[in-house]
Nanobody, 125 residues
């Protein structure tokens, strides 16, 4: 079973950047589509971005399109989320997970599994 560890979160001013790695252990995720989601206090877990198993196709939420970039390094078993031009509304706990159900691309958190513990991103105004 894949175990995922997200890192790279922190406190950043609006307009700043962060890069979030998501490292997998226990089993390679190279055969999975991978997604990033985020959850703000009192809200549901929302889709942010996804990358196909081959890495040649990506999909983004409208709210982050043009600011965030998802990528993967199969050799390092790691998925990345590069976040630029951060806004206070990007504040949330960010999670990565492999897509286990449904077809590509999926935005539904129920189609993803093996969630990590998440990493907190806080953007100050």
């Amino acid at each position: 079973q894949v175990q995922l560890v997200e890192s790279g979160g922190g406190l950043v001013q609006a307009g700043g950047s962060l890069r979030l790695p998501c490292a997998a252990s226990g089993r390679t995720f190279s055969g999975y589509h991978m997604g990033w989601f985020r959850q703000a206090p009192g809200k549901e877990r929302d889709f942010v971005a996804a990358i196909s198993w081959s890495g040649d196709s990506t999909h983004y939420a409208d709210s982050v399109k043009g600011r965030f970039t998802i990528s993967k390094d199969n050799a390092k078993n790691t998925v990345y989320l590069q976040m630029n031009s951060l806004k206070p509304e990007d504040t949330a706990v960010y999670y990565c997970a492999p897509q286990k159900f449904g077809s590509w691309p999926s935005r539904k958190s129920a189609d993803f599994g093996s969630w990590g513990q998440g990493t907190q991103v806080t953007v100050s105004s």
